[in-house]
């Protein structure tokens, strides 16, 4: 398969399974098998919750303004990145993560507002990174493993000051890089956990372990560890694109952002080719505080391409 199909596969796969997750958001477990029965029966994205057929939520509107300062600033920013977050967050979007909100809303610069929002709170490890790593994961994908990984705990540590909230994004990233290289993400998990860092490894194998389920998890799956954890299951337990974000969705509880996740490596490794059209068609993301702007699939084929580009060609088979 081509690169670019992988690369937008990550990009628009993350963007459909928060879309499609989003209506499902804190509700129970089989609730999506329960009104959708069989792979395949169409009506998927039929919004409700506030949310429009195939509005996708903040997971993807973070999504899309990291990759565009990513583009715009010709590589990582770091103040540039969370002015854009700011500047969303002021916009009052429909959802926006508790923690992510206090850190955007606090007044405190760049490097210091989730570093700040972690010595009050102590609590920080949300999936809230981990939600919108699927364009800087194409990005960094061409520059190897150190740099990914590096990257994505700097993007977290915009809003989560709780490192094991980086070291889960960095895995996300690291996964991302493996499949888009033709490998197999999951086939890569123990090489990838030995450059977790040692205090927060033990706490992902567990999660990420080929034995492991959802029901074990010991938070709430709006935590990183169970987040990520499922998304791995969802891919690891299924066979197809559609099949895997069923199954994170069923999961119930953070469903957009078990799914947007679950949706980036089941892109990764099935391409875009594998994400249904019924799907990708209704799919819009509105970016609060830039306007009326209304991205379509298009547009994120378009950014994924672009995040892609010069880094991915030749690296895949
Ligand atoms: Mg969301």
């Known amino acids: 398969m081509e690169w670019g199909a ?20 804190f509700g129970p477990a089989g609730a999506f098998s329960a009104r ?14 506030g949310w429009d057929p195939g509005e996708a939520t903040d997971d993807t509107q973070m999504a899309v303004l990291v990759g565009e300062s990513l583009l715009e600033c010709e590589g990582l920013d770091l103040p540039d990145v969370f002015g854009r977050f700011r500047r969303w967050a ?5 959802d926006i993560g508790l923690q992510t909100e206090d850190v955007l809303t606090s007044g405190l610069e760049w490097d210091r507002a989730a570093a700040e929002h972690f010595r009050v ?7 809230g990174a981990l939600m919108r790593a699927s364009t800087s994961a194409v990005w960094f994908a061409g520059r190897g493993r150190a740099a990914t990984m590096d990257a994505a705990r700097r993007i977290s540590a915009l809003t989560h000051g709780d490192p094991a909230a980086w070291e889960g994004t960095a895995i996300f990233h690291e996964l991302v890089r493996v499949a888009l290289a033709g490998g197999d993400p999951l086939a890569a998990l123990p090489d990838v956990l030995g450059v977790v860092h040692p205090e927060h490894r033990e706490r992902y194998a567990v999660v990420l372990a080929a034995d492991w389920h959802p029901d074990l998890a010991t938070e709430f799956n709006g935590a990183v560890w169970p987040c990520l954890g499922s998304a791995v299951w969802a891919l690891r337990t299924t066979d197809g694109f559609e099949e895997a974000l069923r199954a994170a ?15 980036g490596l089941a892109g990764a490794c099935y391409g875009l080719e594998a994400v249904p059209a019924r799907w990708t068609e209704p799919l819009h993301v509105p970016l609060p505080g830039w306007g009326e702007r209304v991205l379509r699939v298009e547009e994120l084929v378009d950014l994924a391409r672009r995040l892609g580009a010069g880094v991915g060609a030749g690296e895949g088979e």
Do not use: H, S
């Not at 992988?6 to 958001?25: H, K, Q």
């Not at 959708?36 to 919750?49: K, L, N, S, T």
């Not at 709170?121 to 999936?127: D, L, Q, V, Y």
């Open 6 to 25: 992988r690369g937008a596969g990550v990009v628009v796969g993350a963007a459909v399974g928060d879309a499609l997750g989003g209506p499902f958001e």
């Open 36 to 49: 959708f029965p069989e792979v395949g029966c169409g009506g998927e994205m039929a919004g409700g919750g």
């Open 90 to 94: 002021a916009a009052e979007p429909k």
């Open 121 to 127: 709170n102590r609590r920080a490890a949300g999936n």
């Open 249 to 263: 969705i069923d999961l119930g509880g953070d469903t957009d952002t078990v799914a947007a996740v679950a949706g």
